[in-house]
């Protein structure tokens, strides 16, 4: 009895230092998954942003999909070299006239499209429209366009990305109205709008370089991502049904009409065989009526 009341209190004092070291081992693990949570958040952040940058030029077009550069026409790839250019040079280096035009040689907007697409194909022309014209000076091989263009692009915002096994990257891009990037109430909450479409980004990683281009936009419907031109809305496939059974449903009524049509008929001449039969009968019985008349 005396031994186990002196072991008791060392039993406790292990226990108790055991219970100890665990406690600082979950604290310690605790800190650790901590701070490598908020790296990898601004890891994250930082991500974003720059893919978020990097494919402003062309979410600004809102351009239709492609599965590839080579899809793309003349007037997304160089009008997206020319935001580009406009987004991340000192344009204040090129020469201006007194509309506040710019000229810019050809090589440097060839610099800004090879940095989205990679080695795309394409023809250097004048592109645009009334909001932003391009022009292009064959003559002296440049572009002339506004120095601060005044128009209202859409606004990328990246909900998630999603890395291959190929090392390729997929960005869910939600398309923020023009005007609309932050919004509030009359609290002075601040909150970001909902997007006019959602679209999904493929980007590919250059070979020896850790710099991404864009490949391919498409759709994002749904969760399911859809090819140009090749989609049936179900709508239109419910409607192609209904009609179809309506259309079944008139072939069913037209059949209908026509055998109650024979019936009809059918019915009258069986009614014009049995009043001629009934004649018939009627007269041969008043035939012999009259002739034991006459008999008698």
């Known amino acids: 009895m005396e031994s186990t009341g002196k072991s008791s209190p060392k039993k406790m004092l292990i226990f108790g230092a055991v219970v100890l070291i665990f406690a600082v081992i979950g604290f310690v693990f605790t800190i650790t998954s901590a701070v490598r949570g908020i790296a990898y958040l601004m890891d994250n952040s930082e991500q974003k942003e720059e893919l978020e940058w990097l494919i402003t030029p062309v979410v600004m077009q809102d351009p239709p ?5 080579d ?28 509309f506040n035009f710019i000229t810019v040689p050809q090589s440097d907007i060839e610099v800004e499209i090879k940095s989205l697409f990679g080695d795309v194909k394409y023809t250097h022309e004048t592109v645009g429209d009334t909001e932003l014209m391009i022009t292009y000076d064959s003559e002296n091989k440049c572009y002339v366009f506004p120095a601060v263009p005044h128009v209202m692009p859409y606004t990328p915002d990246i909900q998630e990305i999603r890395e291959n096994e190929d090392g390729s990257l997929v960005l869910t891009v939600g398309y923020i109205p023009p005007g609309l990037i932050w919004e509030g109430d009359t609290d002075g909450r601040k909150y970001q709008p909902e997007p006019d479409k959602i679209m999904e980004y493929t980007l590919v990683k250059e070979p020896d370089r850790n710099e991404y281009r864009i490949h391919s936009v498409s759709n994002l419907v749904s969760g399911q991502e859809l090819s140009s031109g090749t989609s049936v809305p179900a709508a239109v496939s419910g409607s192609g049904a209904k009609d179809e059974k309506n259309a079944g449903s008139s072939e069913s009524d037209a059949s209908s009409e026509d055998g109650e049509a024979s019936g009809g008929e059918d019915g009258s001449s069986a009614e014009a065989e049995s009043a001629e039969s009934s004649e018939e009968i009627s ?11 006459a008999a008698a």
């Open 65 to 69: 999909v492609f599965e590839s550069p």
């Open 71 to 98: 899809k793309l026409t003349n007037t997304t790839i160089i009008t997206a070299g020319v935001w580009r250019l406009i987004m991340n040079e000192d344009t204040s280096r090129y020469p201006v006239d007194e």
């Open 283 to 293: 007269a041969e019985d008043g035939g012999e009526d009259g002739g034991e008349d």
